[in-house]
């Protein structure tokens, strides 16, 4: 032990490759930088600022699921309920929206957000007072909270010209140029990021996933930090099936059907440890920026829609290979974390 | 020391699970400023009383004073805001979490309501430096060596001011530095006033270490002694309540013919041109130090790691052992030394897991008939005196001793007439041990022939009819039993000269 050394100390000589090197998300960068050049060589309209547009229009839905998703993978579980949530919520809220045309879209973001909440504390309730494992837990209510859409709407759709213009302007409305619904992602973004950073509780999502026996010999409230982490989830996919109503001006019985394949597919890419106890929120950030860059590169080179759906699930495992290979590569010069 | 009043005072505590005592009418009185060690076999009820102490189990009966005032713990937190805080065997860390994050979790410093990484580094800097660890507190603890691990954990220990530092055999897996690097905590932190219990089965680190010892046997309470008044033979016979006259009872058997030639045989990166020949009836005992490369021989015997160079004959005819399930067909058993990862199957049964290697045997026509499998897993069993409610235990719910026993079980099951053991005794206490010691003398005399690597001298010494010691991936020297002494295996496990020794 006398010659015990950090890891560290060898490269104390911080230069900035170095930096770069530690930094997790950069393997992911590179991939993406790799991706834009490809395709804008292919077809040079990627490049322009519309579709750079588009695709951050198209994944600001995915990024504040995917986020939802991570904390809660990070916990070791998982939340196979977000789509079926999202569903619920938009059918509930659309439904209201309509019959109350007055009410302010803040109201009904509260109300998804409200409805959302008890979705998850019920998923929250069944993992640690039922100790169902979250995987069974959430594919039941995912079932469950599916069949409510039913039964809630009788199988009718709430359409575009019933819903009223402030309610559809909530999405896409640009009052500050850029359009709402990214900037919200954005500030969900900059919150989870604190809240995972810079708060106990948001440590103790960290703390349970990495080792949660020890986590409650340490006197983590292990099961109200689990609880706490679904009913976020839900909250979450409260305040984007509002969004999802809003921007696709509908609510349908098959809203955000399979979504949840999606939101862990970018919290995976994004470099969130399946295994719990790592991951971070510029990583979920950049792992949906590339499905959704992926998904719109497909389009503009022309791949057969048919092919599309194989293609993206291909291009997904490349990534995770690719971006487990670079990091691999990059932790040799750089050491840990 | 006994007119101050205990840190730690327990009187009449008793603990049963399902109606099994694990602990009966046991005291303890430990007091501040000293290292007092807790003494008994495995299944004696030690790790019961700990965690009574740190609140993970609450006792049935019986009272808890701590300073002087009685106290009830309902969980390890309530346990931990009173002072007490424990070093597992194993660590419990978090590998995702920085080392500041590790020693201060659920307390990170908050600053104006936020997490202050710039805090936490610094406080946890400080509690390294105190401790004189060198270590980055920014490092991530998947990253650290076990030794480095416990650090960790006693700066943890530290951060909340324990007044009770308890640690269950926190040297198992420590190299001899890096135990004496701990001894020199742990003394400092008596010489600060907190009171330590300290486990571990070496007895010669408690006679280094330890204050008092108290002993345990079968969950009752045996006595309380001062470390200074007592010698190995006594501890040993409070541990086991006879006297071992003889701990390593080698029978004088008859060698028989060679049965396992091993001829040039070589590993690249491992080891190089080791030749040496197996008789039946015979234990063959290897010595060497950890990564001389004893493991990777048996391994390649085994056939895990098939040789680059080199012949093995069994028999006087020359085999080629590419796979474990070729070594099996030729007779071959292998126990490795790390049985929690290789040796057993932890989520399985006992019976599941005696039964494992020879399947087989147990099957008619592809469809395992579980009558026969059950009959040779309850033989197996009871013939190694395995402690367990029955075959149809998990086998992580056994303690280490019982552990090794199920895994001898699945070996013997295979019938072989070659066994490699790899030290068979690591981490078991000293009653189990001579159960183990007595099976290999044994089966010795039934003329199995016994390849055994161990690391503890006496244990070669004690129970090999040959011994070969390999330095450096090389045989370096061969000894008969009748001269080897302790002194020699060392120096040739060393490659120190003999003058240089005193």
């Given at each position: 032990?006398?010659?015990?050394?950090?890891?560290?100390?060898?490269?104390?000589?911080?230069?900035?490759?170095?930096?770069l090197?530690?930094?997790?998300?950069l393997?992911?960068?590179?991939?993406?930088?790799?991706?834009?050049?490809?395709?804008?060589?292919?077809?040079?309209?990627?490049?322009?600022?519309?579709?750079?547009?588009?695709?951050?229009?198209?994944?600001s839905?995915?990024?504040?699921v995917?986020?939802a998703?991570?904390?809660?993978?990070?916990?070791?579980?998982?939340d196979?309920?977000?789509g079926?949530?999202?569903?619920?919520?938009?059918?509930?809220?659309?439904?209201?929206t309509?019959?109350?045309?007055?009410?302010?879209?803040?109201?009904?973001?509260?109300?998804?957000?409200?409805?959302?909440?008890?979705?998850?504390?019920?998923?929250?309730?069944?993992?640690?007072?039922?100790?169902?494992?979250?995987?069974i837990?959430?594919?039941?209510?995912?079932?469950?909270?599916?069949?409510?859409?039913?039964?809630?709407?009788?199988?009718q759709?709430?359409?575009?010209?019933?819903?009223?213009?402030?309610?559809?302007?909530?999405?896409?409305?640009?009052?500050?140029?850029?359009?709402?619904?990214?900037?919200?992602?954005?500030?969900?973004?900059?919150?989870?990021?604190?809240?995972?950073?810079?708060?106990?509780?948001?440590?103790?999502?960290?703390t349970?996933?990495?080792?949660?026996?020890?986590?409650?010999?340490?006197?983590?409230?292990?099961?109200?930090?689990?609880f706490?982490?679904?009913?976020?989830?839900?909250?979450?996919?409260?305040?984007?099936?509002?969004?999802?109503?809003?921007?696709?001006?509908?609510?349908?019985?098959?809203?955000?059907?399979?979504?949840?394949?999606?939101?862990?597919?970018?919290?995976?890419?994004?470099?969130?440890?399946?295994?719990?106890?790592?991951?971070?929120?510029?990583?979920?950030?950049?792992?949906?920026?590339?499905?959704?860059i992926?998904?719109n590169?497909?389009?503009?080179?022309?791949?057969?829609?048919?092919?599309?759906?194989?293609?993206?699930?291909?291009?997904?495992?490349?990534?995770?290979?690719?971006?487990?290979?670079?990091?691999?590569?990059?932790q040799?010069?750089?050491?840990?974390? | 020391?006994?007119?101050?009043?205990p840190?730690?005072?327990?009187?009449?505590?008793?603990?049963?699970?399902?109606?099994?005592?694990?602990?009966?009418?046991?005291?303890?009185?430990?007091?501040?400023?000293?290292?007092?060690?807790?003494?008994?076999?495995?299944?004696?009820?030690?790790?019961?009383?700990?965690?009574?102490?740190?609140?993970?189990?609450?006792?049935?009966?019986?009272?808890?004073?701590?300073?002087?005032?009685?106290?009830?713990?309902?969980?390890?937190?309530?346990?931990?805001h009173?002072?007490?805080?424990?070093?597992?065997?194993?660590?419990s860390?978090?590998?995702?979490?920085?080392?500041?994050?590790?020693?201060?979790?659920?307390?990170?410093?908050?600053?104006?309501?936020?997490?202050?990484?710039?805090?936490?580094?610094k406080?946890?800097?400080?509690?390294?430096?105190?401790?004189?660890?060198?270590?980055?507190?920014?490092t991530?603890?998947?990253?650290?060596?076990?030794?480095q691990?416990?650090?960790v954990?006693?700066?943890?220990?530290?951060?909340?001011?324990?007044?009770?530092?308890?640690?269950?055999?926190?040297?198992?897996?420590?190299?001899?530095?890096?135990?004496?690097?701990?001894?020199?905590?742990?003394?400092?932190?008596?010489?600060?006033?907190?009171?330590?219990?300290?486990?571990?089965?070496?007895?010669?680190?408690?006679?280094?270490?330890?204050?008092?010892?108290?002993?345990?046997?079968d969950?009752?309470?045996?006595?309380?002694?001062?470390?200074?008044?007592v010698?190995?033979e006594?501890?040993?016979?409070?541990?086991?309540?006879?006297?071992?006259?003889?701990?390593f009872?080698?029978?004088?058997?008859?060698?028989?013919?060679?049965?396992?030639?091993?001829?040039?045989?070589?590993?690249?990166?491992?080891?190089?041109?080791i030749?040496?020949?197996?008789?039946?009836?015979?234990?063959?005992?290897?010595?060497?130090?950890?990564?001389?490369?004893?493991?990777?021989?048996?391994r390649s015997?085994?056939?895990?790691?098939?040789?680059?160079?080199?012949?093995?004959k069994?028999?006087?005819?020359?085999?080629?052992?590419?796979?474990?399930?070729?070594?099996?067909?030729?007779?071959?058993?292998?126990?490795?030394?790390?049985?929690?990862?290789?040796?057993?199957?932890?989520?399985?049964?006992?019976?599941?897991?005696?039964?494992?290697?020879?399947?087989?045997?147990?099957?008619?026509?592809?469809?395992?008939?579980?009558?026969k499998?059950?009959?040779?897993?309850?033989?197996?069993?009871?013939?190694?005196?395995?402690k367990?409610?029955?075959?149809?235990?998990?086998?992580?719910e056994?303690?280490?001793?019982?552990?090794?026993?199920?895994?001898?079980?699945?070996?013997?099951?295979?019938?072989p007439?070659?066994l490699?053991?790899?030290?068979?005794?690591?981490?078991?206490?000293?009653?189990?041990?001579?159960?183990v010691?007595?099976?290999?003398?044994?089966?010795?005399?039934?003329?199995?022939?016994?390849?055994?690597?161990?690391?503890?001298?006496?244990?070669?010494?004690?129970?090999?009819?040959?011994?070969?010691?390999?330095?450096?991936?090389?045989?370096?020297?061969?000894?008969?039993?009748?001269?080897?002494?302790?002194?020699?295996?060392?120096?040739?496990?060393?490659?120190?000269?003999?003058?240089?020794l005193?």
């Amino acid at each position: 032990m006398a010659t015990t050394y950090s890891a560290n100390d060898e490269k104390k000589g911080n230069n900035l490759f170095l930096t770069l090197v530690r930094f997790r998300e950069l393997s992911i960068m590179i991939i993406i930088l790799l991706l834009v050049i490809l395709v804008s060589i292919r077809n040079p309209a990627f490049l322009s600022i519309e579709n750079f547009r588009d695709i951050l229009l198209n994944i600001s839905i995915l990024v504040i699921v995917a986020l939802a998703q991570t904390m809660v993978i990070i916990t070791r579980g998982i939340d196979l309920s977000v789509g079926s949530m999202i569903g619920l919520v938009a059918m509930m809220v659309a439904f209201v929206t309509v019959s109350f045309p007055e009410m302010s879209p803040l109201v009904a973001v509260l109300l998804g957000m409200a409805i959302g909440s008890c979705l998850g504390a019920f998923n929250g309730f069944l993992i640690t007072m039922g100790g169902v494992p979250p995987i069974i837990a959430t594919l039941g209510t995912l079932s469950i909270y599916r069949g409510l859409i039913f039964v809630y709407s009788g199988g009718q759709w709430v359409n575009s010209y019933e819903m009223p213009d402030g309610f559809r302007a909530l999405a896409k409305g640009a009052p500050l140029g850029i359009p709402n619904i990214i900037l919200i992602a954005a500030v969900v973004a900059v919150l989870v990021h604190l809240f995972l950073n810079f708060t106990r509780p948001g440590r103790d999502i960290y703390t349970i996933g990495s080792n949660p026996d020890a986590a409650k010999v340490a006197g983590v409230n292990v099961t109200r930090t689990t609880f706490m982490v679904y009913v976020i989830s839900g909250v979450l996919c409260g305040l984007a099936a509002v969004l999802w109503a809003s921007r696709f001006e509908s609510a349908q019985t098959n809203t955000a059907l399979g979504f949840e394949l999606q939101s862990v597919a970018a919290s995976v890419v994004g470099g969130v440890s399946i295994l719990g106890g790592s991951g971070s929120v510029l990583g979920v950030v950049l792992g949906a920026f590339l499905l959704g860059i992926i998904e719109n590169a497909l389009t503009l080179v022309r791949i057969s829609p048919f092919w599309q759906l194989a293609a993206q699930g291909l291009l997904i495992l490349t990534a995770v290979i690719v971006d487990s290979a670079i990091s691999r590569r990059l932790q040799r010069f750089g050491g840990e974390s | 020391m006994n007119d101050k009043i205990p840190v730690i005072r327990m009187r009449h505590v008793s603990k049963s699970f399902g109606g099994v005592h694990a602990l009966k009418d046991v005291q303890l009185d430990i007091f501040s400023g000293e290292v007092h060690a807790l003494l008994g076999e495995n299944g004696a009820g030690k790790s019961t009383l700990i965690k009574v102490i740190t609140g993970v189990h609450q006792p049935d009966e019986g009272e808890i004073d701590l300073n002087g005032e009685r106290v009830y713990f309902n969980n390890p937190r309530e346990a931990q805001h009173q002072g007490i805080a424990a070093i597992y065997q194993e660590p419990s860390l978090f590998p995702d979490l920085s080392i500041a994050e590790n020693i201060l979790v659920g307390r990170q410093p908050l600053r104006g309501g936020r997490v202050s990484w710039g805090q936490m580094n610094k406080e946890a800097g400080a509690l390294l430096k105190r401790l004189g660890v060198d270590l980055n507190p920014r490092t991530k603890a998947r990253n650290l060596s076990v030794a480095q691990q416990q650090m960790v954990e006693i700066a943890r220990a530290l951060s909340v001011e324990a007044r009770v530092l308890i640690m269950d055999e926190p040297t198992s897996s420590l190299t001899s530095n890096e135990v004496d690097e701990l001894f020199r905590i742990t003394k400092q932190l008596r010489a600060e006033g907190t009171a330590v219990i300290f486990i571990s089965h070496r007895l010669e680190e408690l006679f280094a270490l330890a204050d008092r010892v108290t002993t345990l046997r079968d969950g009752e309470y045996v006595g309380t002694r001062e470390m200074a008044d007592v010698t190995t033979e006594g501890l040993i016979q409070m541990m086991v309540g006879r006297k071992l006259d003889d701990l390593f009872p080698k029978q004088a058997v008859e060698i028989g013919e060679v049965v396992l030639e091993v001829d040039h045989l070589s590993v690249n990166g491992a080891f190089k041109d080791i030749s040496f020949k197996l008789h039946a009836g015979e234990i063959l005992g290897m010595a060497g130090l950890v990564g001389a490369g004893r493991t990777d021989v048996a391994r390649s015997i085994f056939g895990v790691k098939p040789a680059t160079a080199g012949e093995i004959k069994i028999d006087g005819e020359t085999v080629e052992i590419n796979s474990p399930q070729k070594a099996m067909a030729l007779g071959i058993g292998y126990v490795p030394e790390d049985r929690q990862n290789h040796g057993l199957i932890l989520p399985m049964t006992i019976g599941d897991n005696v039964t494992l290697p020879m399947l087989d045997t147990y099957a008619t026509k592809g469809w395992l008939n579980p009558k026969k499998e059950k009959a040779a897993a309850v033989e197996g069993v009871q013939k190694l005196e395995v402690k367990a409610y029955g075959i149809e235990q998990k086998a992580a719910e056994l303690s280490g001793g019982n552990q090794q026993k199920v895994v001898l079980a699945k070996w013997l099951s295979t019938n072989p007439r070659i066994l490699i053991l790899d030290e068979p005794t690591r981490g078991i206490d000293v009653g189990t041990k001579a159960a183990v010691h007595g099976l290999m003398s044994n089966l010795a005399s039934q003329g199995m022939a016994i390849l055994m690597i161990s690391s503890e001298l006496p244990e070669v010494l004690g129970m090999s009819d040959r011994i070969l010691v390999m330095r450096e991936g090389l045989l370096t020297k061969e000894f008969d039993r009748s001269d080897a002494t302790q002194e020699k295996l060392m120096m040739a496990a060393t490659g120190t000269v003999e003058a240089a020794l005193p």
